[in-house]
């Protein structure tokens, strides 16, 4: 988990709520990423970005957002239009954007429950 | 379209002995695939690569894997496992050229027994 950071660890939320996960990242790296996972499922991409300033949609956007303003931080919103948002989010880095070969470094992940 | 198949949801295995992992990918093009590890309630870690070369890649922990292209297999293995190693496992693909992420498997549960 080093040079990766997720806070909270746990997080709690009230439907028709929009709560926000924090990624930090001091590894340098150009790349950073959002992940889904549930039980059995393995991990789903819901945003990425490659540079400041520009991301993309994975494959369960619906109902996130994110923002990419600095290259070190790199911000999930759970919006309520997220009907299922109960799961482990886990946040990722990699040194090149153009360079997929390239392993991707976890954070140590934050749990979201909705109560 | 690319796709990871870790066919065992769940490998146990006695101390001492090998262990062996299962994961098969399909891609159009030259894969890249990655083997990880996690413990419960932890991120993901890296364990190992295969981008190109030799078939039989060697990782962390005493782990490799190999490459087999006509079989399209990415097997992980271990010739002595440990209690230790129990955790949950994820094979990954991507593929040489294409804009498309990392797919990830579903996993596979490994339990050690003692």
């Known amino acids: 988990d080093g040079g990766i950071t997720q806070s909270p660890k746990y997080l709690f939320r009230k439907e028709g709520q929009n709560v926000t996960l924090s990624c930090e990242q001091n590894l340098n790296h150009d790349a950073m990423y959002w992940y889904r996972q549930d039980p059995g499922q393995g991990l789903r991409l819901i945003y990425y970005s490659q540079i400041v300033n520009d991301f993309q949609k994975g494959d369960i956007a619906e109902g996130y957002s994110v923002s990419r303003e600095k290259k070190e931080s790199f911000p999930l919103t759970v919006t309520s239009a997220q009907k299922n948002p109960t799961a482990f989010y886990l946040c990722?880095?990699?040194?090149?954007?153009?360079?997929?070969?390239?392993?991707?470094?976890f954070g140590p992940g934050t749990r979201l429950t909705v109560l | 379209a690319q796709s990871v198949a870790q066919p065992e949801d769940q490998v146990n295995v006695a101390e001492g002995n090998p262990l062996t992992v299962k994961c098969t990918y399909s891609?159009?093009?030259?894969?890249?695939l990655f083997w990880y590890v996690q413990y419960p309630n932890r991120g993901l870690q890296f364990l190992l690569k295969?981008?190109?070369?030799?078939?039989l890649v060697k990782g962390s922990y005493g782990f490799e894997a190999e490459f087999n292209k006509s079989q399209t297999s990415f097997h992980l293995k271990k010739p002595s496992a440990l209690v230790s190693d129990s955790a949950l496992y994820f094979c990954?693909?991507?593929?040489?050229?294409?804009?498309?992420?990392?797919?990830f498997g579903s996993g596979t549960q490994l339990t050690v027994l003692p």
């Open positions: 891609v159009s093009g030259n894969p890249y």
């Open positions: 990722a880095s990699s040194i090149g954007a153009g360079q997929r070969y390239n392993e991707q470094f």
């Open positions: 990954a693909v991507g593929v040489s050229g294409s804009a498309r992420q990392l797919t």
């Open positions: 295969y981008i190109t070369g030799d078939n």
